[in-house]
């Protein structure tokens, strides 16, 4: 499981996230080798979400749901750069 911190908008309120996470298993593929063992990359997908509010998990619409994914999507390889 991985964990990120997230501010979620609603309506005129922000709200202080813990999102933990996990990923489905990422392989980058291979396109160097004979056709018929090259791969197109699969997995790197957010496979488990749950937002917690001051500990308590916060129930998210679909849209939130999605917005939370999308940050995790475009940050996640800087969180294990670091």
Do not use: K, Q
């Not at 917690?52 to 940050?75: K, M, N, Q, S, W």
């Amino acid at each position: 499981m991985f964990e990120t911190a997230f501010t979620l908008t609603r309506g005129e309120e922000d709200i202080d996230l813990l999102v933990e996470y996990s990923l489905t298993p990422y392989h980058p593929g291979n396109r160097h080798a004979p056709p018929e063992f090259c791969t197109p990359p699969s997995g790197g997908e957010v496979e488990r979400l749950t937002a917690f509010r001051d500990g308590v998990p916060l129930d998210l619409t679909d849209a939130e749901y999605r917005l939370i994914e999308r940050h995790i999507e475009e940050t996640h390889d800087l969180f294990l750069a670091a």
